[in-house]
């Protein structure tokens, strides 16, 4: 009779082994040697921070099925990669891996594009983190409430 009180995540969760995997998939944007001088090389580079994007804000939904301590652990971990990826992008943007123009004039420049990115990145770790903080504590008093509903509803059907 007891219902999860969350939406179920059943395609992407904040764990360690995605942590990997999207630490794997932004060696590219990461990557503070290769000098990358062609136009479809800035956009993959700039597109790798928008793919972090996406992957935090679809996996802000599975912050409420963690216990506390892989919460905790999970936030963090995202938390010290987001960091260092904002830093590597910054000095990327000062020595000019990320191009300052576009060859195009209709299209937004890289750097444009990644100083963007950089603040929803930053926005996104903000809520991640302001989330983590919270959601234990929701998570218990949503419980509580359930639980006293639930025995409300069975005291009334059966006078017990």
């Not at 928008?50 to 804000?57: A, R």
Request: aromatic fraction near 8%; charge should be positive.
């Amino acid at each position: 009779m007891t219902k999860k009180l969350w939406v179920p995540v059943k395609f992407f969760s904040l764990n360690s082994a995605s942590l990997t995997v999207i630490a794997v998939a932004m060696k590219l944007p990461m990557d503070l040697t290769t000098p990358m001088s062609c136009e479809v090389d800035q956009v993959a580079k700039v597109g790798g921070l928008g793919f972090l994007c996406t992957m935090m804000s679809v996996s802000m939904l599975s912050l409420a099925s963690l216990d506390n301590k892989s919460l905790f652990a999970n936030v963090m971990g995202l938390s010290v990669f987001v960091i260092t990826l904002i830093v590597d992008v910054g000095i990327q943007i000062q020595t000019q891996v990320i191009r300052r123009e576009s060859v195009h004039p209709f299209v937004m420049s890289p750097l444009m594009a990644a100083c963007i990115y950089m603040g929803m990145l930053l926005f996104f770790l903000v809520i991640f983190i302001s989330s983590a903080a919270t959601i234990p504590t929701l998570k218990k008093l949503v419980e509580l409430k359930y639980q006293a509903t639930l025995n409300d509803q069975i005291y009334k059907k059966t006078g017990y």
